[in-house]
C-alpha cells in the first residue's frame, strides 16, 4: 500500500488543524489533520509519515473512534488495538497513528496500570478548542 493523496477532495471538511506528533513507537513523525463536517462532526485523518509505514488518509470521525472505545471496560486501559474494527481493510499501521495523533491531543494519557495502554481523558477541553477553531475558521471564511 503507497502513501498517494488521496483522489478526491473532500469539499465538506473544513480542516481546523494541521500538526505533527511522534509515532507510537516513536519511530516517525506523523502530519495529521483534525476537521470538521457538519454530518460526522470532528474527524481524524493522517496525511504525511517520515518513514516508509503505510497508511489511509480518509477522514475518521471521532464519534465513532469514541462509540469503539466506549466498548471497552469503564476504566480499563485502551489502546488502538480497540478500535481497529473501523480500519477493517486498510493498512495496519493506520489506527496506531490516528491513536498517536489523538494521543497528542491529549485524548490520551500513559495508564499507570499496564505498560503501553493509555487512559482516556475527558474530552471537554479538547472539544471546547476545536470549537473555537471552528468559530475562527467560520469567522475568517465570512471575511473572504
Known amino acids: ?3 498517494k493523496p488521496a483522489e478526491k477532495t473532500e469539499t465538506s ?3 481546523l488543524k494541521t500538526a505533527t506528533c511522534s509515532s507510537l513507537s516513536g519511530k516517525s513523525k506523523l502530519t495529521y489533520q483534525i476537521g470538521y463536517d457538519d454530518k460526522a462532526g470532528i474527524q481524524f485523518r ?6 516508509a509505514g503505510a497508511f489511509n488518509q480518509d477522514w475518521f470521525p471521532l464519534k465513532s473512534i469514541e462509540a469503539a472505545l466506549d ?12 478500535f481497529m474494527s473501523l ?5 495496519t499501521n493506520t489506527p496506531f497513528f490516528i491513536f498517536a495523533a489523538m494521543r497528542h491531543e491529549g485524548l490520551f494519557v500513559p495508564s499507570k496500570k499496564n505498560k503501553r495502554s493509555y487512559d482516556r481523558v475527558d474530552t471537554a477541553d479538547f472539544l471546547a478548542a476545536m470549537q473555537a477553531l471552528l468559530a475562527f475558521y467560520d ?4 471575511y473572504a
Open 71 to 82: 466498548k471497552a471496560q469503564k476504566g480499563e486501559p485502551v489502546t488502538a488495538v480497540n
Open 139 to 142: 469567522a475568517q471564511k465570512d
Open 87 to 91: 480500519f477493517r481493510n486498510m493498512s
Open 46 to 51: 493522517i496525511t504525511e509519515n517520515s518513514a
Open 13 to 15: 471538511v473544513r480542516i
Open 1 to 3: 500500500m503507497r502513501n
